[in-house]
T-cell receptor, first 115, second 115 residues
């Protein structure tokens, strides 16, 4: 079974500062993928960034980067230069292999950017 | 193609009534997933299809829930004899392929309120 743990229910960050959202995972699969999604109040899940278990470099997408530490089973999302529009729920998710192909989500972190 | 479409966006029903939701995936996607999300929680997996075949059902999916994907195109999720505990956001997602790096695209969800 796969499990995602997000231990920060809510975070408040000053605009333009960087923020790190924590995510740890557990799986017995050797090959797996880690995803971060943003969910604004409208409800839609917006894909942000992906990291594969065999990727040697940390993934980056614009202001988003993923701090992947495989030995610690952590996949933290870093948002640089936060903006007011970043206020939303953020979910970490993973997909495994052969029977674990569905996305498994954590409980999320509500991020609020303060002007 | 405008992405994954879900209808209706909102549904209010009386306890004991049956409801049906529809999901139209991105046209070339062979996989379709249903998730349920309650307030303050991450999406919980319900079931998924590869083309018209239902490959997995969560233990969360009681006998009152049924999902279909005729001809491997749109999908419907029916809840019979609704209960107040069924109140939630029901999310549909689609993807192409089963690789770990496959991104899932989500619809905007159907918010169900059982009164």
């Amino acid at each position: 079974a796969q499990k995602i743990t997000q231990t920060q229910p809510g975070m408040f960050v000053q605009e333009k500062e960087a923020v790190t959202l924590d995510c740890t995972y557990d799986t017995s699969d050797q090959s797996y993928g880690l995803f971060w999604y943003k969910q604004p109040s409208s409800g839609e899940m917006i894909f942000l960034i992906y990291q594969g278990s065999y990727d040697e470099q940390n993934a980056t997408e614009g202001r988003y980067s993923l701090n992947f530490q495989k030995a610690r089973k952590s996949a933290n999302l870093v948002i640089s230069a936060s903006q007011l529009g970043d206020s939303a729920m953020y979910f970490c998710a993973m997909r495994g292999n052969f029977g674990n192909e569905k996305l498994t989500f954590g409980t999320g972190t509500r991020l609020t950017i303060i002007p | 193609d405008t992405g994954v479409s879900q209808n209706p966006r909102h549904k209010i029903t009386k306890r004991g009534q049956n409801v049906t939701f529809r999901c139209d995936p991105i046209s070339e996607h062979n996989r379709l997933y249903w998730y349920r999300q309650t307030l303050g929680q991450g999406p919980e997996f319900l079931t998924y299809f590869q083309n018209e075949a239902q490959l997995e059902k969560s233990r969360l999916l009681s006998d009152r829930f049924s999902a279909e994907r005729p001809k491997g195109s749109f999908s419907t999720l029916e809840i019979q004899r609704t209960e107040q505990g069924d109140s939630a956001m029901y999310l549909c997602a689609s993807s192409q392929g089963r690789a770990v790096n496959t991104e899932a695209f989500f619809g905007q969800g159907t918010r169900l309120t059982v009164v």
